[in-house]
T-cell receptor, first 112, second 113 residues
Framework: GDSVTQMEGPVTLSEEAFLTINCTYT??????LFWYVQYPGEGLQLLLK?????DKGSNKGFEATYRKETTSFHLEKGSVQVSDSAVYFC???????????FGKGTTLSVSS | NAGVTQTPKFQVLKTGQSMTLQCAQD?????MSWYRQDPGMGLRLIHY???????DQGEVPNGYNVSRSTTEDFPLRLLSAAPSQTSVYFC????????????FGQGTRLTVV
């Protein structure tokens, strides 16, 4: 079945460091891909998405490119801030269109 | 603009008790769903609904019941709580299930003792 694998955390960075969180997926066809972010004590919110191969989603300085050749959707940011500390989830829509399938989440901690 | 509202935010239950977690959205979304979040497991789908009167099971439906009598509301019922149901529960809604942004509530932290 459909699945998402993302790198284990926690990821600890200093402010202004470069961030990469790896995400790969297994799915039938070419599902829409998402990154969601969860700040402490809150629900998830959409960070960015891509709906077809080679699409680049971007928001708040974060970017991810839909790579069908490597079935990947890695999240990147050139210069992280303390306020980026959160849990990041990679996700896809299953083939039936009935569910978001999430990775296990990666905790990012940024220190000043 | 309330979005997705979940109540309660915290709840402690004794084993065997029943309760209902409430979820309401004011965006006229057709699709609603319930997830549970456990450490190291990500979010797993419990039940979902593609519209009023239509519900279906997700990945982990056992021990839970849902109904969808209106577009706005999608309550989750725990029939006989067990310690394994200790978790954080999130309700989500979206315009449709495909390709569109899902909006999440702030979650209900449930502890079963």
């Amino acid at each position: 079945g459909d699945s998402v694998t993302q790198m284990e955390g926690p990821v600890t960075l200093s402010e202004e460091a470069f961030l990469t969180i790896n995400c790969t997926y297994t799915a039938t066809g070419y599902p829409s891909l998402f990154w969601y972010v969860q700040y402490p004590g809150e629900g998830l919110q959409l960070l960015l998405k891509a709906t077809k191969a080679d699409d680049k989603g971007s928001n708040k300085g974060f970017e991810a490119t839909y790579r069908k050749e490597t079935t990947s959707f890695h999240l990147e940011k050139g210069s992280v801030q303390v306020s980026d500390s959160a849990v990041y989830f990679c996700a896809l829509i299953n083939q039936a269109g009935t569910a978001l399938i999430f990775g296990k989440g990666t905790t990012l901690s940024v220190s000043s | 603009n309330a979005g997705v509202t979940q109540t309660p935010k915290f709840q402690v239950l004794k084993t065997g008790q029943s309760m209902t977690l409430q979820c309401a959205q004011d965006m006229n979304h057709e699709y609603m769903s319930w997830y549970r979040q456990d450490p190291g497991m990500g979010l797993r789908l419990i039940h979902y609904s593609v519209g009023a009167g239509i519900t279906d099971q997700g990945e982990v439906p056992n021990g839970y019941n849902v109904s969808r009598s209106t577009t706005e509301d999608f309550p989750l019922r725990l029939l006989s709580a067990a310690p394994s149901q200790t978790s954080v529960y999130f309700c989500a809604s979206s315009y449709s299930s495909r390709n569109t942004e899902a909006f999440f509530g702030q979650g209900t932290r449930l502890t079963v003792v």
